[in-house]
């Protein structure tokens, strides 16, 4: 296999990494090898399984690879830990895509490296499936993330709460630089290494900013907008991410680390999946504040490259994380707007349009309605009231409220121009009838972890590569958990 490496995160340093090669497993089998994104990254594809596991699983590094763990440090729940890093992933090496983009290319769960501290460097099998599900839906759900290139078994037990099978998943990042990067070298007073890093960052992630005259001050600014376009899409698809640490945001702003991140079936403000966020600090609508608060952590270590004067370069910092707010809002708004069929909007109906979307989730929180299917079943209902209504009716238990609130969303299409038909596909083009389910991908992991059997994995797979379009024969991949399928919980599987 011919993977098109262009490494240049090498060049930055040894105090950037570890150099690190995959410690080989016993018995590698491919699972997954995603040819699709294989192609648009330039990559040859005339590969067998046998070959493709083997690189895959770490057991034969392929030419021009320089694998190495990257160092960072991150905020976890608040507390900062001055020393992370790659703790159980390798970058195997940098590409350049056939887009002409820089890639990043990673396994995970591939052995010990430096930064291991007690962790065996190792991954379950589950989370590697999990990951994979998430990150391709995402992908097809057109949200910004991380792609999965490969999965594979190890044919070796990881030891968890039980033993487990063990397994490797490739990702693939435009960049795997994370806030906690800048965080490492500034708790250290490395302000030289920053500004390398801002430099790489720039070069890679934002390259019309070379030439800004305030190019960090710029590198700020745009991870800004990137954030909060991303939580703003991550909302509007009831997904949570449930450890928004500051090692786990990408400074290119891409979903990052699908630990115990979950959508939501029944619609809960607050709602908390993560087994380990017991004061509920990643909750759903918690998102978008952390994002802020991540954000600033990144702009403390900018500071001496933001101005030579302390309280200038703090001045900077605040003119530059201020927008966020009204930023992510705008985000927010306008993607809510499309859902809803609103189309028609002027800056004085910014209110109205707000509260009668937040009248809709207050009425689904109510009610412990679908989030996925409300939006779905809304996308149906035509300008007058028919029969349709009862798709979405039968989700709330009081009725009442949502023929309330339908009767004024109704009112509210009267200030539309367009067409009931050409509202219903344009809101259809952006409410996904799938999405990976919990309770989907726990039956998927399980009969893999416990029978052996992907081919549960697989159907998912496929029925979420067109999560918006309803195909033939598979209606229960739409449907909400009955109650004894809910997950309650999830785990980061570390
Ligand atoms: P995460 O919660 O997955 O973002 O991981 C936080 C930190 O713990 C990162 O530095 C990881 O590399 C490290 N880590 C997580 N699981 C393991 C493991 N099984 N072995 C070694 N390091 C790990
Ligand atoms: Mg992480």
């Given at each position: 296999m011919q993977i098109p490496f262009d490494n240049r995160y090498v060049a930055l340093g040894e105090d950037f990494f570890a150099r690190s090669t995959p410690t080989p497993?016993?018995?590698?089998?491919?699972?997954?090898?995603?040819d699709a994104l294989a192609?648009?990254?330039?990559?040859?594809?005339?590969?067998?399984?046998?070959?493709a596991a083997d690189i895959f699983s770490g057991n034969t590094l392929p030419e021009g690879a320089e694998p190495l763990a990257m160092v960072y440090a991150g905020h976890q729940f608040g507390h900062f830990?001055?020393?992370?890093?790659?703790?159980?992933?390798?970058?195997?090496?940098e590409i350049s895509g056939a887009d002409g983009a820089r890639y990043d290319i990673h396994l995970k769960g591939s052995g010990p490296t430096r930064y291991s501290r007690t962790g065996d460097g190792r991954s379950a099998l589950g989370p590697v499936l999990r990951e994979y599900l998430v990150s391709e839906a995402m992908q097809q759900l057109n949200v910004p993330t991380t792609r999965a290139l490969a999965a594979v078994t190890t044919g070796e037990a990881v030891v968890r709460e039980r033993l487990l099978p063990g397994g490797v998943i490739t990702r693939v990042a435009s960049s795997f630089i994370r806030v906690g990067s800048f965080q490492y070298f500034a708790a250290r007073g490395?302000?030289?290494?920053?500004?390398?890093?801002?430099?790489?960052?720039?070069?890679?992630?934002?390259?019309?900013?070379?030439?800004?005259?305030?190019?960090?001050?710029g590198l700020l600014e745009a991870v800004v907008q990137r954030q909060a376009a991303l939580i703003a899409q991550w909302m509007q698809l009831g997904f949570i991410h449930g450890v928004m640490n500051t090692d786990n945001m990408s400074i290119a702003g891409e979903t990052i680390d699908y630990g115990p991140c979950a959508f939501m079936d029944a619609y809960q403000h607050d709602q908390v999946f993560s087994s380990i966020d017991h004061h509920g600090r990643y909750a759903y609508n918690q998102q978008p504040s952390i994002g802020l608060w991540n954000l600033s952590r990144l702009a403390?270590?900018?500071?001496?490259?933001?101005?030579e004067n302390p309280q200038a370069a703090v001045q900077v910092a605040h003119e530059v994380l201020e927008p966020y707010a009204g930023r992510y809002e705008s985000h927010w708004l306008a993607g809510m707007r499309e859902k809803c069929g609103l189309t028609a909007c002027s800056h004085d109906m910014d209110g109205d349009d707000k509260n009668l979307i937040e009248d809709l989730l207050?009425?689904?929180?109510?009610n412990r309605a679908d989030f996925t299917l409300t939006f779905y079943f809304l996308s149906h209902l035509s300008g007058q009231p028919s029969e349709q209504d009862d798709d979405l009716r039968d989700l709330f238990?009081?009725?009442?409220?949502?023929?309330?609130?339908?009767?004024?969303?109704?009112r509210r299409l009267g200030l539309e121009v367009q067409g009931d038909a050409a509202r219903q596909a344009a809101m259809q083009s952006v409410n996904p009838v799938y999405i990976p389910r919990n309770h989907q991908v726990e039956a998927a992991i399980r009969a893999a972890e416990d029978e052996g059997d992907f081919s549960v994995f697989h159907e998912l797979h496929a029925v979420l590569q067109?999560?918006?379009?309803?195909?033939?024969?598979?209606?229960r991949y739409m449907l909400a958990p009955e109650p004894e399928e809910v997950v309650e919980y999830t785990f980061c599987g570390t």
């Open positions: 497993v016993r018995k590698p089998g491919l699972i997954r090898f995603n192609g648009e990254l330039g990559m040859a594809t005339d590969h067998d399984s046998a070959s830990n001055p020393q992370l890093g790659d703790g159980r992933a390798i970058l195997l090496g490395d302000y030289a290494a920053v500004k390398q890093l801002a430099d790489y960052v720039i070069e890679k992630s934002y390259p019309p900013l070379a030439d800004n005259e305030k190019p960090y001050a403390e270590t900018l500071l001496p490259l933001l101005d207050n009425v689904m929180a109510d238990d009081d009725s009442a409220q949502i023929d309330a609130w339908l009767e004024q969303w109704r067109k999560p918006f379009v309803r195909q033939t024969g598979k209606d």
